[in-house]
Nanobody
Framework: QVQLVESGGGSEQAGGSLRLSCTAS??????MAWFRQAPGKQREGIAS???????TYEDSVKDRFTISQDRSRITLYLQMNNLKPEDSAMYYC???????????????????WGQGTEVTVSS
């Protein structure tokens, strides 16, 4: 099974920026995404990207966050701008393992997960 490792989390003031990274143990030629989970809340998908670069975003992060992948398809990124306190959460990267369907930020077919990186945004 491919392994994913997130990094880049930390604390930031509202209005600031952070860039998260997710490095895979090998090349991934399938749908990938970023999810987040705040304490006491359900995990939610926020951005996805296909192997050809097509993206989808959850409305609350659209126009603020950008998902991208390097040309090797080994590292996934999430550029987060204009951060808000409600963005505070543990952030996870995820990937399809096999099968699945349409690559979408809230797809139920993500089965490979990283360990998470924490983001805290203060007012």
């Amino acid at each position: 099974q491919v392994q994913l490792v997130e990094s880049g989390g930390g604390s930031e003031q509202a209005g600031g920026s952070l860039r998260l990274s997710c490095t895979a143990s090998t090349y991934i030629n399938r749908c990938m995404a970023w999810f987040r989970q705040a304490p006491g809340k359900q995990r939610e998908g926020i951005a996805s990207i296909t192997s050809t670069g097509s993206t989808t975003y959850e409305d609350s992060v659209k126009d603020r966050f950008t998902i991208s992948q390097d040309r090797s398809r080994i590292t996934l990124y999430l550029q987060m701008n204009n951060l808000k306190p409600e963005d505070s959460a543990m952030y996870y990267c995820a990937a399809y393992s096999s099968g699945g369907g349409y690559c979408y930020y809230n797809s139920p077919y993500f089965t490979v997960w990283g360990q998470g990186t924490e983001v805290t945004v203060s007012s």
